[in-house]
């Protein structure tokens, strides 16, 4: 799987960061950064959680076959 992140939308809720510490980071005053943008399956329930709570919905996954989604 792939993140990816419409900064447009992000307005550094950190919602993202709480739900997946691992994955994003976001600045006191600023936007999302990622951290793992092809995290592994270990993250996804994690990542899922972020997308899915992000409250201007800034992020989605994109799921690539590749090895990561094993
Ligand atoms: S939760 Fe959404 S809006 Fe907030 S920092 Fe993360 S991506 Fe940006």
């Given at each position: 799987?792939r993140?990816v992140?419409?900064?447009?939308?992000?307005?550094?809720?950190?919602?993202?960061?709480?739900?997946?510490?691992?994955?994003?980071?976001?600045?006191?005053?600023?936007?999302?950064?990622?951290?793992?943008?092809?995290?592994?399956?270990?993250?996804?329930?994690?990542?899922?959680?972020?997308?899915?709570?992000?409250?201007?919905?800034?992020?989605?996954?994109v799921?690539?076959?590749?090895?990561?989604?094993?």
């Amino acid at each position: 799987m792939r993140i990816v992140v419409d900064l447009d939308l992000c307005q550094g809720h950190a919602v993202c960061q709480a739900e997946a510490p691992e994955v994003f980071t976001v600045p006191k005053r600023g936007k999302v950064e990622i951290l793992l943008d092809q995290p592994s399956g270990a993250h996804r329930a994690a990542v899922g959680d972020a997308v899915t709570y992000c409250p201007t919905r800034a992020l989605s996954i994109v799921d690539d076959s590749g090895p990561d989604d094993r």
